[in-house]
């Protein structure tokens, strides 16, 4: 109850309406303001709704929650707004659970997605499970007929005829319609030549079955004898598989063809917002290498096709084929006589409108022909074109590539349409590394509309790569969703050719050593580290004695080889770390990156001296020169790149001033001399 306000005209100023109003006014306010905080908050309670995924147990409800649990919680990492919540059911508990909505997902086998397809209407599956076998992904399964390795008298399925033959339940797929199949295939009725003991959820049960006497043979799902003998359940030596198959690409024991893995599917009253964010969270599972080994799966892959699965129950009429016609065509006749009145003469006009249609597909004709030429044309455009071309939809698959990019990458036109172009072949980065598919260009230009012109770095099927020039541009559909299309060509050629220009302008063309322009940019790298680590760098600037008038008697082809067979010798006296250049005629420099002292310098500066000093052999003619060798240090010496090549010089004019073949460190003394 709202409290009295009691005003007297006498002591205020405004007059007894207006207040009355103001009043009215603030509290219409304080009430709109409580309607917008309590629709927030309804918005966040919303929001945060609890999805819940039903299991179908196969196996018992403690392991199938214990197994399934962790994809609540992936689950709920990729998509925080929501909780979700995994439930366990046998048969009929999660019939009754999609019938009364109280689970917005099913994970089921197929059959009994079929079943709740047909009858419940749930949707088309958004997921295909893929288990995992000692490392090998399966998305496949298919049934197993077991006996007990002492039956001598069951070696084949039509031994079976007139035993008893436990089975968890008739809807179970793996676990009796797989197997009641084959039987018919051999001409064997379960259910007139076989006693079937329904023994229920889990498979277990069928084994245990077999194994106390109760049953000559078992019907289980493949994978579950190997799960039971891991566990410790049973032994591979007390059973026998019947009719046992050998599938190159299944590792299981199997008695009967295989069929698609169990799928994951939404119910119709499901959000079909959260069923796209489930649907993209399962597809990138197994890249969540914990959850996917705590729930023993490889993960989840686009829908497969579970037209077979429907085949065989229309085959064996079960459910929701079990069904079969009430009336005869005499029985509709007579009972829907004004219905078939009806639809005669709906018959008549269709068949008056047959005429129009014929027209008009006459002219559908002309121009699905003027199409298909048009389509052929620009077919033919793509396949001329040199250079590789591919379009992506808008989750990054292929959906066309031209024969160039076919060459070029290593894959037939199969291997690729409706495959993760990144995933294929733009996955790693040329030094190995792991490339994240928000960084390709393709799918940036999906997100910002841009067209990108870059260089990358393609792999082919084989497992080498080679750099590209990538051009990519958005294509928007008329959906309005953005795919795009790339253009793309092997620059390795182009890069071998930079990579060359680059080198001739950094070494000299005799010797391959490096120029002065690469000492000075290696000189600059040393002196910088040098003074950051305050270490010690030496610069030897050495020039041959007696190389001129070798050079001019005997031509420069000799000249020519004595440069580069002193400069390999020079070479092997230095660390990998170090740098012989050559600067001039015969003149080189050689940069020791790191040295303890002078003496040690001095140490490499004289056995490069002597090893200049021996003979250069050359076709019967021995050659003899020698070698001055100025040396200066840093910080002892000079303090930049230019100051220890000068020293150096001035050292080594010094040592030639002494009388050559000799090796001279740097002084002031050499400078005034000089």
């Known amino acids: 109850m709202f409290p009295t306000v009691q005003i007297h005209s006498a002591q205020t100023d405004c007059p007894v309406s207006t207040l009355n109003k103001n009043v009215i006014h603030a509290f219409g306010r304080l009430f709109f303001t409580v309607l917008c905080i309590f629709g927030l908050l309804w918005t966040t309670v919303a929001d945060a709704q609890t999805v819940k995924i039903g299991v179908l147990a196969f196996r018992p409800k403690p392991e199938t929650l214990k197994q399934w649990t962790p994809l609540a919680k992936v689950l709920k990492r990729s998509i925080p707004q929501h909780d979700f919540i995994i439930e366990a059911y046998n048969y009929p508990e999660l019939e009754s659970a999609v019938i009364n909505k109280q689970v917005d997902f099913v994970l089921t086998n197929p059959a009994h997605f079929v079943l709740l397809s047909r009858r419940l209407g749930v949707s088309a599956p958004l997921a295909t499970l893929v288990v995992e076998d000692n490392g090998v992904p399966l998305s496949t399964f298919g049934g197993v007929v077991v006996t007990r390795a002492d039956r001598t008298d069951l070696q084949q399925l039509t031994d079976l005829k007139g035993k008893t033959v436990s089975s968890p339940d008739t809807g179970s797929f793996g676990g009796y319609q797989t197997q009641a199949y084959e ?8 259910s007139k030549d076989i006693s079937l003991l329904i023994v229920g959820m889990p498979h277990d049960n069928a084994v245990k079955a077999v194994l106390d006497g109760r049953a000559d043979a078992g019907f ?3 994978g579950l004898l190997e799960s039971m003998e891991r566990e410790g359940k049973v032994k591979a030596s007390q059973l026998r598989i019947l009719n046992q198959q050998q599938e190159p690409r299944f590792p299981l024991l199997l008695s009967t063809r295989l069929y698609p893995e169990w799928p994951f599917a939404a119910l119709p009253h499901a959000n079909e917002n959260i069923s796209r964010h489930v649907a993209s969270a399962l597809f990138v599972l197994e890249e969540d290498t914990a959850a996917v080994h705590a729930m ?7 829908p497969m096709d579970y037209t077979q699965v429907e085949n065989l129950l229309r085959e064996l009429r079960l459910p929701p084929f079990d069904k079969t016609p009430e009336f005869t065509l005499h ?4 009972r829907y006589y004004w219905q078939s009145v009806s639809a005669v003469s709906v018959g008549l006009v269709i068949l008056l409108l047959a005429v129009s249609l014929f027209l008009t597909n006459r002219s559908l004709k002309a121009k699905r022909l003027q199409l298909e030429s048009e389509i052929r044309i620009r077919r033919g455009l793509l396949e001329a074109l040199g250079e590789g071309v591919y379009g992506a939809d808008y989750s990054g698959r292929c959906i066309f590539i031209n024969p160039a990019a076919l060459r070029m990458l290593g894959f037939s036109e199969q291997e690729v349409i409706g495959n993760d172009q990144h995933a294929l072949f733009h996955h790693h980065r040329p030094d190995g590394t792991e490339y994240p598919g928000y960084d390709c260009p393709v799918r940036l230009s999906q997100i910002d509309g841009e067209t990108r012109s870059s260089e990358d770095w393609f792999w082919r099927k084989d497992g080498t790569g080679f750099p590209v020039a990538i051009t990519v541009s958005p294509n928007r559909t008329n959906a309005g969703e953005i795919g795009a299309v790339v253009v793309f060509h092997d620059i390795t050629e182009r890069k071998r050719h930079d990579e060359r220009i680059r ?17 000075k940019d290696r000189l600059q790298q040393a002196l910088s580290y040098s ?3 305050n270490q010690r760098i030496a610069v030897l600037f050495i020039d041959l004695d007696r190389f001129k008038p070798i050079n001019d008697k005997l031509g420069h082809i000799v000249g020519d080889w004595l440069l580069k067979e002193a400069a390999n010798r020079m070479r092997a006296c230095v660390r990998e770390s170090d740098t012989v250049a050559r600067v001039g005629g015969d003149e080189f420099v050689v940069l020791l990156r790191t040295v303890e002292n002078e003496e040690d310098a001095v140490m490499v500066a004289e056995k490069i001296r002597n090893v200049l000093n021996k003979p250069f052999e050359l076709a019967q003619q021995s050659l003899q020169i020698s070698c001055s060798i100025g040396l200066a240090l840093f910080p002892e010496h000079a303090q930049s790149e230019n100051e220890l090549l000068d ?4 050292a080594m004019y010094q040592a030639k001033q002494l009388g050559r073949d000799k090796v001279q460190v740097f002084s002031p003394e050499c400078n005034k001399q000089r």
Do not use: C, E, M
């Open 647 to 650: 020293y150096a010089d001035i």
């Open 183 to 190: 039987l018919a295939l051999q001409g064997i009725s379960v």
């Open 296 to 302: 023993n799966i490889h993960g989840f892959s686009t």
């Open 220 to 222: 289980v799902r493949s």
């Open 331 to 334: 029985d509709v006749w007579t």
């Open 531 to 533: 003074k950051r680590d």
């Open 503 to 519: 080198h001739l302008a950094q070494h000299d063309t005799l010797t391959d050593l490096p120029n002065r322009a690469l000492l």
